[in-house]
């Protein structure tokens, strides 16, 4: 075979295989719309909100973000700056069977009366115990307020706000995430996970994840490179 067409298939090789690896899909999510009906001290109330569920890899798990579009409920009266405190529970699937407690800060500014409640970020700390593709999907919101307790729960039976593909414990994700933190924990089978250790990873949203599986694929683009190179000045000394 002649040099330039040992060049010509490395090349095709090397660019062949940065292709796959850009291409290969790491996680699933989307914005969801969930009809939560809330039970309040003053009677039902219900409205439907998109709901986000984001995810940082942090350390050994992933800090999560629940992010609420619209306000769910309202309050009779004021709730002054500071009056209202939120919570709630991302359920997971798939891979692993669970709960994750979020919760996120009291409101910053007051909240007249008869108006959709703003919901804050509420964050939390999810750490694999099993591995393979997990489903995190919007379960009950709690709110806490003027000594009151507003429980809403989903009832259209919502589908999964993201999905990752990870590894339990002792072992490095193999997902990224479409885009928290508190000090919520991770739930499986009954049991709370521990907090998360070690620095924050870059955000692995959509975009960063193909930007990270680009570099990647440049990675492998250089090798297949350098291959050639050698395969090159091999040629060129068998033929000196």
């Known amino acids: 075979m002649s040099n330039q067409k040992r060049t010509t298939l490395a090349l095709a090789a090397a660019l062949a295989g940065s292709i796959v690896v850009a291409g290969a899909p790491a996680v699933h999510a989307e914005v969801v719309d969930v009809n939560y009906q809330c039970v309040t001290p003053i009677g ?8 986000d569920i984001k995810g940082v890899r942090s350390g050994d798990g992933y800090k999560l973000t629940m992010s609420f579009q619209k306000g769910v409920s309202s309050s009779p009266v004021e709730l002054g700056k500071g009056a209202m405190n939120p919570s709630a529970v991302i359920e997971l699937g798939g891979a692993e069977q ?114 990270a599986l680009g570099t990647l694929g440049g990675t492998v683009l250089l090798t297949g ?3 050639v190179l050698w ?3 091999r040629g060129q000394r068998s033929a000196g």
């Not at 039902?44 to 709901?51: H, L, N, Q, R, T």
């Not at 700390?125 to 307790?149: M, Q, R």
């Open 98 to 211: 669970g709960k994750v407690q979020v919760t996120g800060p009291a409101n910053s500014e007051a909240i007249p009366a008869n108006t959709p409640i703003k919901i804050s970020d509420l964050s939390g700390t999810y750490t694999p115990k099993k591995s393979g593709k997990v489903t995190f999907t919007a379960g009950v919101l709690t709110i806490k307020a003027l000594g009151t307790t507003t429980t809403c729960t989903p009832k259209n039976s919502p589908g999964p706000s993201l999905e990752l593909d990870v590894q339990g414990a002792g072992g490095s994700s193999g997902g990224g995430s479409a885009d928290g933190g508190s000090t919520g924990g991770a739930s499986t089978g009954g049991s709370t996970g521990g907090a998360s250790g070690g620095g924050e990873l870059p955000r692995t949203g959509p975009l960063d994840s193909a930007a």
């Open 225 to 227: 490179a350098a291959g």
């Open 231 to 233: 395969l090159t000045r």
């Open 44 to 51: 039902p109330k219900g409205a439907v909100s998109p709901i």
